[in-house]
């Protein structure tokens, strides 16, 4: 008689782990923070304010959930690029509520899109 090995358990996405703490933005067309707490958020943007809100991930794609900040995108959700790697997140939203994710990283330059890099904060 065969014996039956238990359901592996759901592979943990190492992404949801490796993202979380504070960051701070240091390229693109404004400088933010960001802190990350489990699957919620909180970035302040310079210039445009506080968001918070929660987030799930998926390979390549990061959908926020906008619960506080301006008026205007509360309640939104924005489809995001991200990327982790090296201790470097690269993050680009959509515009909030279009449903659309970007279809690639814009250069950080480039004033028509949030492209921003983020680096750990030094200690």
């Given at each position: 008689?065969?014996?039956?090995?238990?359901?592996?358990?759901?592979?943990?996405?190492?992404?949801q782990e490796l993202i979380q703490g504070a960051w701070?933005?240091?390229?693109?067309?404004?400088?933010?923070?960001?802190?990350?707490?489990?699957?919620?958020?909180?970035?302040?943007?310079?210039g445009d304010g506080i968001y918070t809100g929660t987030f799930?991930?998926?390979?390549?794609?990061?959908?926020?959930?906008?619960?506080?900040?301006?008026?205007?995108?509360?309640?939104?959700?924005?489809?995001?690029?991200?990327?982790?790697?090296?201790?470097?997140?690269?993050?680009?939203?959509?515009?909030?509520?279009?449903?659309?994710?970007?279809?690639?990283?814009?250069?950080?330059?480039?004033?028509?899109?949030?492209?921003?890099?983020?680096?750990?904060?030094?200690?």
């Amino acid at each position: 008689m065969a014996v039956l090995a238990p359901p592996a358990e759901p592979a943990v996405r190492p992404d949801q782990e490796l993202i979380q703490g504070a960051w701070v933005s240091v390229a693109g067309p404004r400088g933010a923070r960001l802190l990350v707490a489990g699957s919620r958020f909180t970035i302040e943007l310079d210039g445009d304010g506080i968001y918070t809100g929660t987030f799930d991930l998926a390979p390549g794609g990061m959908d926020i959930r906008i619960e506080a900040g301006p008026a205007r995108h509360v309640g939104s959700v924005v489809r995001c690029l991200y990327q982790l790697e090296g201790g470097v997140l690269r993050w680009c939203p959509g515009r909030p509520g279009s449903g659309e994710r970007p279809a690639a990283f814009p250069d950080v330059d480039d004033a028509r899109h949030l492209s921003l890099v983020f680096r750990r904060p030094r200690q």
